[in-house]
């Protein structure tokens, strides 16, 4: 296995990591896998307390076989669902009750998506919260996990000392979210960076387009999975990639992945196959969007990109996971709000009819259940 170093603390990690979103249902099934995992090298554990069940079948494996001190364990505070400040002590401790521990490595703010919240938290007392458990041990490294726009991004990793943080990062949305700029912005201020979605939920596996498909089986050597996973461990400011493995044959693949992709190890050569076949892929997509952002400000305030994003998804990935990002990322500033200036259009470096676009999003996105999703996804995820 491959180790990087936390430029922060000097721990060693993994650069692969372990995503306990979705576990096995299998108790036995799951211990395997894990224990696996630990003797490939792995020693970041990822999970949440919003990972239903998660957090207390990782802790009852780890605490049966004696191996809770041979990993970092990563777990996430649903600042969601924080109104006062007893809630973080509160769901602190449920979690550390949940995973049979007195300490938690590496501790995120789950889901920040923008400053706002950020602020809300720290009115709420949050940074009293963090100083009291990183003097008790019982926090050793304090993180966000964060999905939003790259200058919301930028704030919340200007606005606090963070240890390290997670973003969403792969090749096909090196434009998207907190984006590569936002990848070297951290890395600039020596925020080590964990990344999630490497393969886009499976997206960049199990649903390429034929001729995205066909570049790769030519370039050969690698898997769609060893294609996607490289991508990311070639970036410097990347201290390790998440990857929700659920099978015995995925860990002891992406772990020889992990072992052979090295720093700036992709050749301009290979960089330049990843770009082709992002190209391919939104070629397939309903719209050939890249995310770049030079259509914006939309005076309507519409998130261009971001309706984009999601209405492409609704192909390359199923339509129940476009219209949850479509309600908790794209919020107000939806494909409804265009009032067909055109101002947007002459921008558009790809030339695409973007208010014909941003009908069919609102026509495939809009529709129910989309207000009951976004009514849950306000009162869930954001409480501003
Ligand atoms: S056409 Fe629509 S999206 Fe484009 S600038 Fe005008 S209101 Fe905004
Ligand atoms: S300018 Fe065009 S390609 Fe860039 S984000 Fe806007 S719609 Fe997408």
Redesign the pocket.
């Known amino acids: 296995m491959q180790y990087r170093m936390n430029p922060k603390n000097g721990d060693k990690l993994s650069a692969l990591a372990f995503g306990c979103m979705r576990l096995p249902k299998s108790e036995a099934e799951c211990e395997a896998q894990i224990l696996r995992a630990i003797e490939l090298g792995v020693n970041y554990f990822d999970t949440a307390y919003i990972y239903s069940g998660s957090e207390e079948k990782l802790g009852r494996i780890l605490a049966k076989n004696q191996v809770r001190d041979k990993v970092f364990l990563a777990t996430k505070l649903p600042q969601a669902y924080v109104n006062k400040e007893a809630d973080f002590e509160r769901y602190f401790a449920l979690e550390l009750s949940h995973l049979q521990t007195t300490w938690i490595d590496y501790y995120l703010m789950h889901i920040l998506t923008s400053y706002l919240r950020w602020n809300k938290l720290v009115e709420l007392g949050v940074l009293d919260f963090i100083k009291a458990k990183k003097a008790s041990g019982q926090i050793k490294n304090i993180g966000f996990s964060f999905h939003g726009y790259k200058e919301e991004f930028i704030k919340i990793l200007d606005a606090y000392d963070w240890d390290f943080c997670m973003i969403q990062f792969n090749y096909l949305d090196e434009n998207v979210q907190a984006s590569k700029e936002g990848l070297r912005y951290a890395g600039k201020k020596g925020i080590p960076v964990m990344v999630m979605e490497p393969l886009r939920g499976g997206t960049l596996v199990n649903k390429l387009p034929p001729k995205a498909k066909k570049l790769w089986d030519e370039a050969g050597t690698y898997s769609y999975a060893a294609r996607g996973l490289r991508f990311v461990l070639h970036h410097k400011e990347v201290l390790s990639v998440l990857s929700g493995m659920n099978s015995l044959d995925m860990i002891e693949e992406n772990a020889k992945t992990a072992e052979d992709a090295k720093i700036n190890g992709l050749s301009d050569k290979e960089l330049a196959l990843y770009q082709k076949a992002a190209q391919l892929i939104r070629q397939e997509t309903l719209v050939g969007c890249t995310g770049c952002g030079y259509?914006l400000?939309?005076?309507?305030?519409?998130d261009?990109p971001a309706c984009f994003a999601c209405l492409n998804d609704t192909k390359l990935h199923s339509h129940s996971y476009a219209l949850k990002w479509y309600a908790l990322l794209v919020k107000d500033n939806n494909?409804s709000?265009?009032?067909?200036?055109?101002?947007?259009?002459s921008k558009c470096p790809q030339h695409i009819e973007?208010?014909q676009k941003?009908a069919l999003t609102k026509k495939k996105l809009e529709r129910f259940p989309y207000k009951l999703v976004r009514y849950f996804v306000r009162r869930f995820m954001e409480a501003h």
């Open positions: 259509c400000p939309c005076p309507q305030s519409v261009i494909a709000r265009c009032v067909r200036c055109g101002l947007c259009e973007i208010r941003l």
